[in-house]
Structure formats: structure tokens, C-alpha cells
Nanobody
Framework: QVQLVESGGGLVQAGGSLRLSCAAS????????MGWFRQAPGKEREFVAG????????HYADSVQGRFRISRDNAKNTFYLQMNSLKPEDTAVYYC??????????????WGQGTQVTVSS
């Protein structure tokens, strides 16, 4: 019901910052929740951050708390993940999902194709 395209990934040194974008099409994101997940090689997809459709509720994985921030711009039909103080262990493919803001991958209705984030030491 919604198509999602991630962008903004890349190579950054430890301590640096990136902002990931998830552009939605096919429907508005104004009234849907969304989240960010990541998957490192050889590991399962891991919850990173989620936001309720109204933007009031947010939650973060302990590993990124205080460093990452999820946000949305309904006018642009886009949501974001601002990543600061990046660590090598943040290296992963990052995915945006729509339809939920929980930590459970099965709760989500749609996913983007992912964008690679590589943090060098």
C-alpha cells in the first residue's frame, strides 16, 4: 500500500553523523506509524527506532538511545533517522518500515530496500 525508498547511507568515520531518509509514495504517511531497522552481515534484522503516526510516541533501541533520532516531515511524505556519534558497530543495512512503531518486524506492513551505512574506525 506504500512504497518506501531509503537514501542517505554511506561511509563515515567513527564519531561522524548521517541522516537517512525514507521517501514514501502511493499513500500519505501522515496517519501511519513507522520505524527503522538494521541488519548487519550474519545477523537478524534489529530494531533501531520507531515513531507513532502522530509523532507523539517514539522509542529507541538501547544501543542507539541518545545518539539517533527519528523524525518525519508529512509535507514531504518522508521520514528520517538522524544518526550521530556513529560507531563501527552501527555498520549495517538500514531499512525503513511502515505500519508500526514496535520492535517486532512482523508488525510492519511495508519495507524499503535498504541503504548501507558503513562506519570506519
Amino acid at each position: 500500500q506504500v512504497q518506501l525508498v531509503e537514501s542517505g547511507g554511506g561511509l563515515v568515520q567513527a564519531g561522524g553523523s548521517l541522516r537517512l531518509s525514507c521517501a514514501a509514495s502511493g499513500r500519505t504517511i501522515r496517519n501511519i506509524a513507522m520505524g527503522w531497522f538494521r541488519q548487519a552481515p550474519g545477523k537478524e534484522r534489529e530494531f533501531v527506532a520507531g515513531m507513532s503516526w502522530g509523532g507523539r510516541g517514539t522509542h529507541y533501541a538501547d544501543s542507539v538511545q541518545g545518539r539517533f533520532r527519528i523524525s518525519r516531515d508529512n509535507a514531504k511524505n518522508t521520514f528520517y533517522l538522524q544518526m550521530n556519534s556513529l560507531k563501527p558497530e552501527d555498520t549495517a543495512v538500514y531499512y525503513c518500515g511502515a505500519g508500526s512503531w514496535t520492535s517486532n518486524t512482523n508488525d510492519y506492513d511495508d519495507w524499503g530496500q535498504g541503504t548501507q551505512v558503513t562506519v570506519s574506525s
